[in-house]
């Protein structure tokens, strides 16, 4: 008997999580919801209903985990704590500050319908979450470092495209090197925003805007660029289209710490990702968190739990006798 | 009121295990056993009770969790079932191909005592068997890859210092540079034992020995040198003494996995470690375990249990509320 998953939301994220499913044969997408006319949906998957968000209150108990791929701004903080009243739930919500409003939020009406939700489910947060956590309390005496990149930030590519005389634009973000190689010393640099990542941006200017002009307007722009060491290239829309239209992404989290009586001997602990597409890669993570989820429902378990809070035997397909026999 | 561990072996994990406590704030060490006559063992710790193995008993009720840092082959398959019915335990358990075995025998006694234990604890087993099973159950289409070292292989160098001729001897287990790329590459490629680590080998003669025998007989040795590329370097003894007196050791966990509906798009998740002291290092994953166990006997918990069981949460300082604030 296979888990019944649902998607809210088809946009990269959900196509992300259809096929995650695909690859999860104890999985098994029942329902997509969208708010758009459902008809002007097509999705890959054949003989999945595809319904109005209206109408996803009349599934419940047709769907195990329903997967919730909106955005963090404006859909999650409304939709997870809805939802998760009436099913199991996971989300990505990935706005860091605003985490544990969320999740009392969430974890109130979970526990009032006796589901359970894990929020902010994907690799930062989440993987990256994990390997802070894990890293920290194995070596307490220490420092952690999270690189981003290189890949494509989509809040500074938007930015950039809200700039007077773009037409299109693509921002990556890249860590810089010696950084790094100055964290795996083991040193434990203070490094500020400007030493950790530089920024590089594709523009595609409107016909007769002022180069220099969009280039002064980047490279200041507060909070996005003013503090980083910023390259700008002008390109063509075909420039952009052929060499520029993927969303690939990635980082790392290092700590560094001391062990010994005197704290005499160092370690380094390193984990990254170089991921060819950012949405697909979370909507793996988040695949394998709605296996928990199920599992962690079918114990009796209620409420609102993050990736700290779910035992890792619950994301795998293997059983427990297999886990220890194969991967331990 | 803080965690009260005992330490059951007193050797470089024991110690290892004593200097992780003195980082860990809410653990408090309380007695370490010994086979050895307890007045001729010093520790580091002031104000600790050193006693007789056979003293154990006497203290249920006085420890938390007893920390067992005997060795694998002889130690452990005897002492994780018998402590694990009178108290919380951890061990190292680090034979992988017995661990089903030794986890049914552990699990039957803890069963029976009321407690928890946790088996196969440190950095592999343990944090590298984490990172593969995560990695696994987020991109179930791909290839693992373990990599060890640089860093020494304690059997290796003692079966080096069994051939006749060697007063002691060092071996360092090294990955294959160019296999790392290949990896990191997303290719996917098929590795013999000998691409992926090579051999060097600091060795330290008998007077009068003949040193090309002795090459002969290590790099032939069948299961510990024939597959690989064995490097033999005849040294002095204060020159083993000055540069190969460390215990470092580390390695690399990588899974290269695809995503899309056609599997078109490649993912690398990498963990990797780089450790001054493998058993300072095995000794800091063991203790924040220890703080695992502790709470989930707390919760009424019982059973042989592995780092596939417990929750991240556990392993914390934190609390859930700031681990979410701070670190998701």
Redesign the interface.
């Known amino acids: 008997m296979s888990i019944k998953i649902g998607i809210l939301g088809y946009g990269n994220l959900g196509r992300?999580v259809?096929?995650?499913i695909?690859?999860?044969p104890d999985m098994e997408l029942v329902a997509v919801f969208t708010r758009r006319k459902p008809e002007s949906v097509s999705i890959?998957s054949e003989g999945v209903a595809v319904c109005h968000i209206d109408d996803v209150e009349k599934w419940q108990g047709k769907i195990d985990v329903l997967i919730l791929c909106g955005g963090s701004a404006t859909d999650l903080p409304v939709q997870t704590p809805k939802y998760a009243e009436m099913f199991n739930v996971i989300d990505s919500f990935d706005t860091?500050a605003k985490?544990?409003e969320h999740?009392a939020k969430v974890d109130a009406k979970a526990m009032a319908g006796g589901n359970v939700a894990i929020i902010?489910v994907g690799w930062d947060?989440g993987?990256f979450?994990?390997?802070?956590?894990?890293a920290?309390?194995?070596?307490?005496?220490g420092k952690d470092y999270t690189f981003w990149g290189k890949g494509v930030s989509q809040g500074h590519s938007d930015a950039i495209r809200r700039v007077e005389g773009v037409k299109n634009a693509k921002q990556y973000t890249i860590p810089v090197d010696e950084a790094l190689k100055a964290v795996?010393s083991g040193a434990n640099p203070e490094l500020t925003t400007r030493q950790k990542h530089t920024r590089e941006c594709f523009v595609v200017l409107e016909e007769g805007a002022d180069a220099a002009k969009v280039e002064e307007t980047i490279k200041t722009m507060p909070n996005y660029f003013a503090d980083y060491d910023t390259t700008v290239h002008f390109i063509s829309e075909e420039e952009l289209m052929a060499n520029h239209s993927g969303i690939p992404h990635g980082g790392f989290v290092i700590r560094s710490g001391k062990?010994?009586?005197n704290e005499e001997?160092?370690?380094?602990?390193?984990?990254?990702?170089?991921?060819?597409?950012n949405p697909?890669?979370t909507?793996?993570?988040i695949v394998?968190y709605a296996?928990a989820a199920y599992r962690m429902a079918a114990e009796g378990q209620t409420g609102c739990k993050?990736?700290?809070?779910?035992?890792?035997?619950y994301?795998?397909?293997m059983s427990?006798?297999e886990?220890?026999?194969t991967?331990?």
């Open positions: 992300g259809e096929c995650a695909k690859q999860n890959l860091h985490i544990p999740f902010s947060p993987m979450s994990l390997n802070r956590m894990y920290g309390a194995i070596l307490p005496q795996r062990t010994g009586w001997h160092t370690h380094i602990i390193e984990y990254s990702l170089k991921l060819d597409s697909e890669f909507s793996s993570v394998a296996r993050t990736v700290f809070d779910v035992a890792p035997a994301l795998s397909m427990g006798a886990l220890r026999a991967l331990l």
